[in-house]
């Protein structure tokens, strides 16, 4: 028996799944939430049971031992050396991780000299990093970077055309994200179809971040997000690809400071900058369905925004076998999936079974099959990729 833990550490929060690896099943999953507020909130799940505890937990080192504590409490472990293993999500590897990595010394001091370009999870991660070691010494620990699977995109898509010192000297450059879910998506269609040596699928991840992968052969070849989380599609508060002379506009000309501008297109952005509403995909339709114009414009731009990444990798593509959907917006919304297939079918042969969009439940074919290309539902599961990852590297 093997259990090993997957945890998402964030600035303020700490998300975690374990599992039992022989039979992958999750055992218990939870979110600390609000750590170093005044009153932060403890859920685990366990058993079809949800236990919620609201109390303050000043650091993430804390928050670790109140869940482990808990897990012992509820005699969901006897003792906490048979957790074996520990996966972390990393938002950022850079160019040095083409792959999940055990963590050493190494590991550590690039997930640190990283921070510049994730600054708000690299040192999240690494405080969740130690946290778990102190609390769990014997266990390995893995982690698992958002931004290795797309270490396959060629110079040519991950460039930017700027003066090419800013590559060689400050690694400016593609860097992409959502890599895990990307993997784990596409790697489940091209199961579905059947494991062809060739194979050309797109991804769109749409959640509250989002962004579409071209995975030809199993390869990410290029993706919506780039130097950043901030680029690509249109997402719940970012505004994704702009043209970049508005920052200097707005600097210029308004007089906004550029601290302000870059918080602005990420936080008060995308859907809820465009509705005025929500930054929630549900609450915008909501608003949109009541007769509320800037929502069905915020809505209209969104779509807009992926099927412009859907014509672009069918190009690069050279054609596509299947499309998947897949985070909260892609697995739960049927008139999402609808919509945006609908402003490709005509281009692209495809011919939605709209019992099998609105009436199905979880992984499924929602095309017909006179239909060109196969469009996916299929729910992302970055945990159990963190999860396997950890025990094949730590030989568990
Ligand atoms: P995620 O970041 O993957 O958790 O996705 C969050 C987004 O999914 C939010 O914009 C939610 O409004 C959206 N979402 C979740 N469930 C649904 C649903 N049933 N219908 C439409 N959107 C949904």
């Given at each position: 028996?093997?259990?090993?833990?997957?945890?998402?550490?964030?600035?303020?929060?700490?998300?975690?799944?374990?599992?039992?690896?022989?039979?992958?099943?999750?055992i218990?999953?939870?979110?600390?939430?609000?750590?170093?507020?005044?009153?932060?909130?403890?859920?685990?799940?366990?058993?079809?049971?949800?236990?919620?505890?609201?109390?303050?937990?000043?650091?993430h080192?804390?928050?670790?031992?109140?869940?482990?504590?808990?897990?012992?409490?509820?005699?969901?472990?006897?003792?906490?050396?048979?957790?074996?293993?520990?996966?972390?999500?990393?938002?950022?590897?850079?160019?040095?991780?083409?792959?999940?990595?055990?963590?050493?010394?190494?590991?550590?001091?690039k997930?640190?000299?990283?921070?510049?370009?994730?600054?708000?999870?690299?040192?999240?991660?690494?405080?969740?990093?130690?946290?778990?070691?102190?609390?769990?010494?014997?266990?390995?620990?893995?982690?698992?970077?958002?931004?290795?699977?797309?270490?396959?995109?060629?110079?040519r898509?991950?460039?930017?055309?700027?003066?090419?010192?800013?590559?060689?000297?400050?690694?400016?450059?593609?860097?992409?994200?959502?890599?895990?879910?990307?993997?784990?998506?596409?790697?489940?269609?091209?199961?579905?179809l059947?494991?062809?040596?060739?194979?050309?699928?797109?991804?769109?991840?749409?959640?509250?971040?989002g962004?579409?992968?071209?995975v030809?052969?199993?390869?990410?070849?290029?993706?919506?997000?780039?130097?950043?989380?901030?680029?690509?599609?249109v997402?719940?508060?970012?505004?994704?690809?702009?043209?970049?002379s508005?920052?200097?506009?707005?600097i210029?000309?308004?007089?906004?400071?550029?601290?302000?501008?870059?918080?602005?297109?990420?936080?008060?952005?995308?859907?809820?900058?465009?509705?005025?509403?929500?930054?929630?995909?549900?609450?915008?339709?909501?608003?949109?369905?009541?007769?509320?114009?800037?929502?069905?414009?915020?809505?209209?731009?969104?779509?807009?925004?992926?099927?412009?990444?859907?014509?672009?990798?069918?190009?690069?593509?050279?054609?596509?076998?299947?499309?998947?959907?897949?985070?909260?917006?892609?697995?739960?919304?049927?008139?999402?999936?609808?919509?945006?297939?609908?402003?490709?079918?005509?281009?692209?042969?495809?011919?939605?079974?709209?019992?099998?969009?609105?009436?199905?439940?979880?992984?499924?074919?929602?095309?017909?099959?006179?239909s060109?290309?196969?469009?996916?539902?299929?729910?992302?599961?970055?945990?159990?990729?963190?999860?396997?990852?950890?025990?094949?590297?730590?030989?568990?």
């Open positions: 028996m093997s259990k090993i833990i997957a945890v998402n550490a964030g600035s303020s929060s700490l998300k975690f799944q374990l599992f039992e690896m022989d039979d992958e099943s999750v218990t999953s939870g979110v600390i939430e609000r750590i170093g507020l005044d009153e932060s909130i403890f859920t685990v799940k366990y058993n079809g049971e949800k236990i919620q505890k609201k109390l303050p937990i000043p650091t080192k804390e928050a670790v031992q109140l869940l482990l504590n808990t897990l012992i409490e509820h005699n969901i472990v006897s003792s906490l050396d048979e957790i074996k293993g520990v996966g972390h999500r990393v938002v950022q590897g850079g160019a040095y991780f083409n792959e999940s990595a055990i963590i050493n010394d190494d590991v550590v001091s997930i640190e000299e990283l921070k510049s370009l994730a600054p708000l999870h690299n040192p999240a991660h690494l405080t969740g990093y130690y946290a778990f070691k102190e609390a769990i010494p014997s266990a390995g620990a893995v982690a698992v970077f958002d931004t290795a699977f797309h270490q396959t995109l060629e110079p898509c991950y460039i930017y055309p700027i003066p090419y010192k800013f590559y060689t000297d400050y690694k400016i450059r593609k860097y992409g994200a959502h890599g895990t879910s990307h993997y784990y998506v596409s790697h489940r269609v091209i199961e579905k059947g494991n062809p040596e060739e194979s050309r699928v797109i991804v769109a991840h749409l959640g509250a971040g962004s579409l992968t071209a030809k052969n199993g390869k990410s070849i290029n993706t919506s997000m780039g130097f950043t989380p901030l680029a690509g599609i997402m719940g508060t970012r505004s994704g690809d702009l043209d970049p508005i920052i200097d506009y707005l210029e000309e308004i007089g906004m400071d550029i601290k302000d501008v870059i918080s602005m297109l990420n936080k008060e952005s995308g859907l809820l900058g465009v509705s005025g509403v929500s930054s929630d995909f549900r609450d915008v339709i909501e608003a949109a369905q009541a007769g509320h114009e800037r929502a069905q414009l915020a809505i209209d731009i969104y779509f807009r925004r992926i099927i412009a990444y859907i014509g672009r990798y069918f190009i690069a593509l050279g054609g596509c076998d299947a499309i998947a959907f897949t985070a909260g917006i892609g697995e739960n919304s049927a008139y999402a999936r609808k919509e945006i297939i609908g402003l490709v079918s005509e281009a692209l042969g495809i011919v939605i079974d709209d019992d099998a969009n609105e009436n199905g439940e979880g992984e499924r074919l929602i095309t017909k099959p006179e060109k290309i196969k469009v996916y539902v299929i729910p992302t599961n970055e945990e159990l990729v963190i999860a396997r990852d950890t025990k094949r590297l730590l030989n568990l």
